[in-house]
């Protein structure tokens, strides 16, 4: 491989998202409101796509690939219910999102979940446990994002992996301290057409390469049987757990994913804000399913790697020429980054507004919007250190990440979303017994049997309407 041309061809791609997160920086009115939701200004196009590219992140080219690589095609079992589980959301709760955060003025999630109590102290509380959960846990998701850059970085000019998350690190934060949301909202739609370029270009070449579909199943038979079968492994009971957790998981990603929610605050309208989801998912499932297919493929056509995750790469160096494989570490690249920035700016703003809303007040008066580019700097300094210093599977984290913030902010959303009465104590306790059911389910691994999400779903729920009975009760 000539690394050169690939590294001319890449560099293009990586200035032209700069360029891009430029433009967005110079059409900023350099308020907090621009910084933090783009003035609102955002419609059905933009929100559709730039949900979609948020939430595929670096998965789908190297969790999702290496998944299918290991398992086959019951690989694309998950995204069944997933997708049962999105539609859902999607039919339902956008336009709700954003016409309440409009009603009260909410720019952050932990505002917009603070603002479902009524004293002010109960407001900075709940914000407050909200921010603290983004901050942890999104904060993590996004450790996954520099891992998997540096994965990729590594086997297409082995670069070391520390520096493989510099530079990952550095060309990400270039636009998102200048440039907030805006530029994270354009940059993501860049970005999704060469995501889709890459997913829909390399599936037909390598299906050619295997032979054609027939013979690619008959060598998945011929190495193990269990690759072509897509309810390998599962009993009807377990099966029956598989989809019904899923599903849960594919809602509760929705309803407590702070870097796709803001996207929602940031519609101009209700309307606009609902039809975007028919964009997402459209952009979502195909890219995801044709990766999917793809490391189920690649099981044939590049057998016995070390590391499955490094399945999209490894193929395009064996198989493409230097100015391809340029475009394909581009594609790559553009999941990783338009995950990671959104990620970088929820959880900075969480940190410079929620956590302190006194100390945000003092430094906001005193420096405006650089205060907020401080903090997103900040972030991303601390969770590039983060990301040197843990090892795990970008599959690991990122489920890891999503479940525990399913099962906290997940139910919350939901009482907030159905206008249900709550008050500080059980909205608290709700999200923290969520949290820690999710937690202990996967460490005892039962995760295996049932999505964490959905236990911790159920028993945050039942917290809450204990809770309020019983402040029923206190209160005749």
Request: aromatic fraction near 12%; charged fraction near 10%; include cysteine.
């Amino acid at each position: 491989m000539n690394s050169w041309i690939t590294l001319i061809t890449f560099a293009v791609f990586v200035v032209t998202f700069l360029w891009v997160g430029a433009l967005a920086a110079k059409s900023s009115s350099n308020t907090e409101t621009d910084y933090l939701l783009g003035n609102r200004s955002f419609g059905r196009f933009f929100i559709g796509l730039s949900t979609g590219a948020t939430v595929n992140s670096g998965w789908i080219m190297v969790g999702a690939v290496g998944m299918a690589y290991k398992v086959g095609i019951s690989a694309l079992l998950m995204v069944i219910p997933i997708l049962l589980g999105e539609l859902t959301f999607w039919t339902l709760f956008p336009d709700k999102v954003n016409r309440i955060s409009v009603e009260r003025n909410s720019q952050t999630i932990p505002e917009f979940l603070g603002s479902s109590v009524k004293k002010p102290q109960g407001k900075r509380a709940i914000a407050f446990v909200v921010a603290i959960i983004t901050i942890v846990f999104v904060g993590a998701y996004t450790v996954a994002q520099f891992s998997a850059a540096a994965k990729i970085l590594d086997i297409f000019f082995g670069v070391d992996r520390n520096m493989g998350i510099l530079i990952a690190a550095g060309s990400i934060l270039v636009y998102c301290v200048t440039g907030g949301l805006r530029a994270s909202i354009w940059t993501d739609v860049v970005q999704a057409f060469v995501v889709m370029i890459v997913c829909f270009g390399m599936l037909p070449v390598a299906v050619i390469t295997g032979g054609g579909i027939s013979e690619i199943f008959s060598q998945l038979n011929a190495i193990d049987p269990q690759l072509t079968n897509l309810t390998a492994g599962f009993t009807n009971w377990t099966l029956l757990a598989y989809m019904v957790g899923f599903f849960v998981f594919g809602f509760g990603v929705n309803v407590s994913n702070p870097q796709g929610l803001v996207r929602l605050l940031a519609g101009r309208s209700p309307e606009e804000a609902k039809q975007a989801g028919w964009i997402y998912l459209a952009y979502e499932y195909s890219t995801w399913i044709s990766m999917v297919l793809f490391g189920v493929v690649c099981r044939v056509v590049i057998p016995n790697l070390e590391d499955p995750e490094q399945a999209l790469p490894s193929y395009a160096i064996q198989n493409f020429n230097p100015w391809f494989i340029g475009i394909v570490l581009a594609g790559v690249f553009s999941t990783i980054a338009s995950t990671a920035d959104s990620q970088i700016l929820v959880c900075s703003s969480a940190l410079a507004r929620d956590v302190s809303p006194t100390w945000y007040r003092k430094m906001s008066q005193k420096y405006g919007v650089k205060y907020e580019q401080a903090m997103t700097l900040v972030f991303g300094i601390v969770t590039t250190a983060a990301a040197m210093l843990i090892s795990a599977t970008v599959f690991s984290l990122v489920f890891f990440s999503a479940g525990a913030l399913g099962g906290s902010l997940g139910p919350a959303m939901l009482i907030v979303l159905l206008k249900k009465r709550t008050y500080t104590l059980a909205l608290s306790s709700t999200m923290l017994v969520g949290l820690s059911t999710t937690i202990i389910w996967r460490i005892l691994g039962y995760n295996q049997i049932l999505n964490e999400m959905l236990p911790g779903f159920v028993l945050a729920l039942l917290v809450h309407e204990g809770l309020m009975r019983l402040d029923g009760k206190f209160k005749k």
